[in-house]
């Protein structure tokens, strides 16, 4: 079977920096794939150059057997590879129904035609309220999403990137930032992502990667160091070295 994306021989240097150091992945259609790694292995970086943020210095990146390491961002989402919104910098003073009927009116091609009312739409409008309802966001769908908790605009971001029908999605620490209290939501629904939709999820949460993942990738100083399903990676000395020398 076609792997659901793939990078071959992946480099990015900064300056005589290696951020990203000859890493050839393979994620499997409809995986849960963990990337976990110490601060400043080069997880982002690498999330980077999957979705054309970054152009790498050598190597490729391969969707569904497609080259598209020449292929700006906007035309990866196109092709059905999203990581979740911005919605700090994006959608701050929009609710999340706007956010939510903007980003599905992109997605079906409607664009921002002013004489248009994307209300007018039912059918827009009854995605974006049913979306709204599977991520937990109905009872604040018209709260400015500046207003909204933290945990909240997560799972926004959530929702607005799966609005676009992705055949992969990437989860940067989707939980990063959120107060305790209001994580176990966001953890929630990361683990009711859809089946068919494969993930590629970076998590520091050891009990959220080993519950979610069928399959890690380690990630140490831009390389990659072990890959294995969670027994074989959660059993790993060398492994667990790395994670107990960070933490003490
Ligand atoms: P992680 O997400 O695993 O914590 P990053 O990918 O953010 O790691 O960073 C990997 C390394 O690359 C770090 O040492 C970081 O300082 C460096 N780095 C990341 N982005 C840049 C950049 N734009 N310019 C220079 N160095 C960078
Ligand atoms: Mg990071």
């Not at 300056?15 to 499997?28: E, K, P, R, Y």
């Not at 700090?88 to 009116?105: K, R």
């Not at 909240?152 to 990137?161: N, P, T």
Request: proline share 4%.
């Amino acid at each position: 079977m076609i792997p659901a994306l793939e990078t071959l021989n992946l480099v990015k240097r900064f300056g005589g920096f290696v951020a990203t150091n000859d890493v050839s992945l393979s994620i499997t259609q409809g995986a849960r794939h963990a990337l976990i790694g110490p601060n400043g292995a080069g997880k982002t970086t690498l999330i980077n150059l999957l979705t054309g943020v970054l152009a790498p210095n050598g190597g490729q990146v391969l969707l569904g057997g497609e080259d598209i390491t020449a292929l700006p961002a906007h035309a990866r989402v196109g092709r059905g590879l999203s990581r979740t919104f911005q919605i700090n910098q994006l959608f701050g003073d929009f609710t999340p129904l706007d956010s939510m009927m903007l980003a599905i009116g992109e997605r079906k091609g409607h664009g921002r035609i002013a004489w248009r009312p994307l209300s007018a739409d039912r059918e827009v409008a009854d995605e974006a309220a049913a979306l709204l309802e599977r991520f937990r966001l109905a009872d604040v769908m018209a709260t400015a999403t500046t207003l909204l908790p933290y945990g909240k605009q997560r799972l926004l971001e959530i929702a607005l990137a799966i609005a676009t029908r992705p055949k992969v999605l990437l989860l940067d620490e989707p939980a990063a930032g959120v107060p305790e209290e209001e994580r176990h939501e966001v953890l929630g629904i990361v683990r009711e992502l859809p089946a068919d939709v494969t993930v590629v999820l970076i998590e520091h949460d050891m009990d959220l990667v080993f519950s979610f993942a069928d399959r890690i990738s380690v990630l140490v100083a831009g390389a990659l160091f072990a890959e294995g399903t969670v027994g074989e990676i959660s059993k790993d000395a060398q492994v667990k070295a790395i994670y107990l020398g960070e933490d003490a």
